[in-house]
């Protein structure tokens, strides 16, 4: 079945930039998305991309695609300590309903 | 703007006792899903229901069952509740479209004693 990595854990300073990244094995995947998920709390979505772009940039937010290695990231500018939480990537493949999600990367931001 | 709506939020249960979940997508969202997130874990898919109907069948034990009504909300039900049973179970709405974007409800924590 799909399967889709992530790393588990990054610190950054409050201003630098985040960048998560995600690498999914299915190449059907049509949709890919960021959902964040901060302590307690539901799945936000943040921002997705579909498989023909390979860049889509949305205020602070910018999701680079490399279709070929199957690799996504999420470029987070100017994080703020408001960013802390667990960003989870997710795969839609269009032939069936699910998302599969990746482990989450808990991204911490220290001052 | 509207936001899927999942009650109860919290929900404490002994062991062999059963369980109903429910969820009301957003307006005019023809699609739900079912996910449950274990403590530490990624979301897993359960199930989901399009125009009422079942659309796809993920890892839900046959001890859960599932329908959308013709109201389009949906209820989760679970029986023989296991103490492996707690977890965080989200809902998700979508319209049918290209996109299929899912869009999360708060989500209801389930604890079996």
């Known amino acids: 079945g799909e399967d889709v990595e992530q790393s588990l854990f990054l610190s950054v300073r409050e201003g630098d930039s985040s960048v998560i990244n995600c690498t999914y094995t299915?190449?059907?995947?049509?949709?890919l998305y960021w959902y964040k998920q901060e302590p307690g709390a539901g799945l936000q979505l943040l921002t997705y991309?579909?498989?023909?772009?390979d860049m889509k940039q949305d205020q602070r937010l910018t999701v680079l695609l490399n279709k070929k290695d199957k690799h996504l990231s999420l470029r987070i500018a100017d994080t703020q300590t408001g960013d802390s939480a667990i960003y989870f990537c997710?795969?839609?493949?269009?032939?069936?309903?699910?998302?599969?999600f990746g482990t989450g990367t808990r991204l911490q931001v220290t001052l | 703007a509207a936001g899927v709506i999942q009650s109860p939020r919290h929900l404490i249960k002994e062991k062999r006792e059963t369980a109903t979940l429910k969820c009301y997508p957003i307006?005019?969202?023809?699609?739900v899903y079912w996910y449950q997130q274990g403590p530490g874990q990624d979301p897993q898919f359960l199930i989901s229901?399009?125009?009422?109907?079942?659309?796809d069948k993920g890892s839900i034990p046959d001890r859960f069952s599932a329908q959308q009504f013709s109201d389009y909300h949906s209820e989760l039900n679970m029986s023989s509740l296991e103490l492996g049973d707690s977890a965080l179970y989200f809902c998700?709405?979508?319209?049918?479209?290209?996109?299929?974007?899912?869009?999360f409800g708060p989500g209801t924590r389930l604890t079996v004693l």
């Open positions: 998700a709405s979508s319209k049918r479209t290209v996109t299929d974007t899912q869009y």
């Open positions: 299915d190449s059907s995947s049509t949709y």
């Open positions: 991309i579909f498989s023909n772009m």
């Open positions: 997710a795969s839609f493949a269009g032939t069936a309903s699910k998302l599969t």
């Open positions: 307006p005019r969202h023809d699609t």
């Open positions: 229901f399009y125009e009422k109907m079942q659309s």
